[in-house]
């Protein structure tokens, strides 16, 4: 983006200027600098982050760029724009229209609009299906073509294969994003773009061409595992010293799947307890029927 051209907002001496300067909260919202850690990159002043870990589609792309900018940033602007009161009269209308949003295959449905308590991938990968229809009338055509931009290079990333015509219109859209959210900054909703998340979007094309296609890859393959080994196994736990419930129960179920594949491979485990003592009937009666004869 704009910003991103000026190597001052990605020199370590700016960065550090900024975390004695400002609360971490500020450091966070407006330059996405986690202040309390320090990166071990900064012993590698000519390390490039973007070209040492691959891309992750969920937290650079789905809920980092659309949920945790483009979607504050709609409210922030309509409340800068509009007013408080009429802007909570759009949001209303907004929330209304993705929860009235039809039954459709592959779309989700929000009965209590898009207000989570706790917001998981799957949900933030269906609210991108539905919130460009529901901000549509709402919200200045240069609103509604950053948004457009920003799904189609979401879902050309998404390309099981891309062509070197497939990367050149992917640099070509995410170009459109940053000319028409620059909107956001005229208003004075946001100060800076030179955040991370938006910023590894510019290193796809070479990553892409280093590492192949990302083919759906995030870490929401591995929340998949955290659900099975850690909040499932907590929901069965009295909730009182509840690390050794859960350790106790993943061996449980570790020993069950090793006995389920042991049974399996001697064939234990085919068909029902009802249909052995049928088959077994069966045999009895065939030969109850050869001694009578």
Not at 264 to 285: A, D, N, Y
Request: glycine residues 4%; aromatic residues 10%; hydrophobic residues 40%.
């Amino acid at each position: 983006m704009q910003d991103d051209n000026n190597a001052l907002h990605h020199c370590c001496d700016h960065t550090e200027a900024l975390i004695e300067h400002f609360p971490l909260d500020k450091l966070w919202n407006e330059y996405g600098i986690v202040g309390e850690l320090v990166p071990f990159t900064n012993e590698f002043p000519h390390a490039d982050i973007y070209e040492l870990i691959v891309p992750d589609l969920l937290h650079q792309i789905i809920k980092g760029t659309l949920k945790d900018h483009l979607v504050k940033w709609v409210e922030k602007y309509l409340h800068h724009v509009q007013g408080d009161a009429h802007a909570s009269v759009i949001l209303d209308d907004i929330d209304q229209q993705i929860v009235v949003m039809p039954s459709f295959p592959g779309l989700h449905h929000f009965p209590q609009s898009c207000h989570f308590k706790q917001w998981t991938g799957d949900d933030s990968k269906a609210l991108m299906k539905v919130y460009l229809p529901a901000i549509e009338g709402h919200l200045p055509q240069g609103v509604i073509s950053t948004f457009c931009a920003f799904l189609k290079f979401c879902y050309t990333v998404w390309w099981n294969m891309l062509t070197a015509k497939g990367l050149d219109y992917l640099n070509e859209v995410l170009t459109h994003f940053h000319q028409h959210c620059k909107i956001f900054k005229t208003a004075g909703v946001v100060a800076t773009f030179s955040l991370p998340c938006q910023h590894s979007m510019k290193h796809y094309k070479q990553l892409i061409q280093l590492f192949s296609t990302p083919n759906r890859l995030c870490s929401s393959i591995m929340e998949l595992k955290h659900v099975k080994a850690v909040k499932k196994p907590y929901q069965c736990t009295s909730k009182y010293c509840a690390l050794v419930q859960m350790l106790i129960i993943n061996q449980w179920l570790d020993k069950l799947a090793a006995s389920h594949a042991d049974f399996q491979s001697w064939g234990m485990l085919e068909g029902t307890c009802l249909s052995m003592v049928v088959e077994t009937l069966s045999k009895f009666l065939v030969i109850c029927t050869g001694t009578l004869l």
